[in-house]
């Protein structure tokens, strides 16, 4: 195989599944049908891309052939007659609705993105769901950004589309008054898109900067269609805040820093000030949203000057609103560590203890290496190797492993 063009179709998958998959959808109106022609598209990719070279436009090129393929199995149908109307409208002028509606959310993505979060799909199964079409994540990486196992999620995406056929769910836009019902679960699926992106669930580098910035295209959509709401406007703040510091987070050589150890004074300060606006618009709305909670906690960290000015207090009493709002698992987790760092050690790892019963932290890696690292300071070293290796065992990431391991040889400890 030709290694440029193998690099050039991975490339283009990990930055414009969701575009060619969307583009091709708005043809076939069946979610399978357009998967396997997007499939088979990066497929012919991998031959063709080899005599004809690689496309200006890989995604251009994709979703031409996608689009095609999805043409000619159409004809091979008894629905032709049906779908002629529907093909003669793609390849011309839209109808006026549907300019109207394609600039109520113009980014094909995002269209999805709220189709799938129909109301009759649970919460989990419209995340799940929309993070492997859109993002084109495996079930693996999905499933690892869920806390699930594998098996669980691919079980529960097959159900997912057979429940979108059984129920004939319309791929189309939904109409105004329809998006307030799936907002949540649609800025759920942006976070998750940022949080796959911002630390990534496996691989050799830390972050994914192309789902980095899907997630952050998607989040401007989202709170420039709805302004008024301290969702979006939260869920934005929280990524530019946390992205701002994207360029301390590793070593010229890749290792991670953590955020006790980064510069801070080459924070994107820029995006921290815009952050802090939407922060204080979305903090107006009572009960705050629990992404505008969440961009808080970030814009404490955003300034303090210095990890040792940090105001934990404050931190953990936004956590305490989070909790009432969201009562994740998570946000209990980082809740204790929260407390460690405002009263020691000792009552991190209290809190973190009091926590060890919830399953989905079970097999949470940042559990284990939240429970290391308070041993460690406690000096109880036995304890915090054996929760270093318990965290390792967990982690998929090269560059979180190799901090890990850096830390127990810190111990004395070989991996």
Not at 165 to 174: D, L, N, Q, T
Not at 187 to 205: C, E, R, Y
């Amino acid at each position: 195989m030709d290694a440029a063009v193998a690099a050039a179709v991975a490339e283009a998958h990990r930055r414009q599944w969701g575009f060619v998959l969307g583009a091709t959808l708005r043809i076939t109106r069946d979610l399978d049908l357009a998967e396997e022609c997007v499939q088979e598209a990066y497929t012919q990719a991998l031959t063709q891309w080899v005599s004809q070279g690689i496309p200006e436009r890989p995604e251009a090129w994709l979703t031409l052939v996608a689009r095609r393929r999805a043409v000619d199995v159409i004809r091979r149908h008894d629905t032709l007659r049906g779908k002629l109307p529907l093909l003669a409208e793609e390849e011309t002028a839209p109808a006026a609705d549907q300019a109207i509606a394609d600039q109520d959310i113009p980014d094909d993505r995002l269209r999805i993105i709220f189709i799938c979060c129909h109301p009759l799909l649970d919460v989990d199964t419209r995340v799940g769901l929309t993070l492997r079409l859109v993002c084109g994540l495996s079930t693996a990486e999905v499933a690892r950004a869920l806390l699930v196992s594998e098996q669980a999620m691919a079980a529960r995406i097959t159900r997912g589309k057979k429940k979108i056929k059984a129920a004939r769910i319309p791929y189309r836009e939904p109409e105004p008054e329809e998006l307030p019902a799936r907002v949540d679960a649609v800025l759920d699926v942006v976070h998750l898109i940022f949080s796959t992106g911002h630390t990534a669930p496996s691989g050799d580098q830390l972050q994914r900067r192309d789902l980095v910035s899907r997630a952050t295209h998607l989040a401007r959509i989202l709170h420039q269609l709805l302004p008024a709401e301290s969702g979006p406007a939260g869920l934005l703040a929280l990524i530019l805040l946390i992205d701002a510091r994207r360029y301390t987070r590793t070593r010229p050589d890749g290792a991670l820093i953590p955020l006790s150890e980064q510069d801070r004074t080459l924070w994107d300060t820029t995006q921290i000030g815009e952050g802090r606006r939407l922060v204080t618009s979305a903090m107006r709305h009572r009960p705050p949203n629990r992404y505008a909670l969440m961009a808080a906690i970030a814009a404490v960290h955003a300034q303090a000057g210095r990890w040792e000015d940090t105001d934990w207090r404050q931190i953990v009493g936004l956590y305490d609103a989070l909790l009432l709002a969201w009562p994740s698992p998570v946000v209990a987790l980082n809740r204790a560590i929260a407390i460690g760092q405002a009263l020691g050690p000792a009552a991190g790892l209290e809190a973190l203890d009091e926590l060890a019963s919830e399953p989905k932290l079970a097999q949470y890696h940042y559990f284990a290496a939240a429970r290391a690292d308070f041993l460690r300071r406690l000096h109880r070293l036995d304890e915090a190797l054996a929760s270093y290796h318990e965290a390792l065992s967990r982690t998929e990431n090269a560059v979180e492993r190799e901090f890990l391991e850096a830390r127990l040889k810190e111990l004395g400890a070989g991996c």
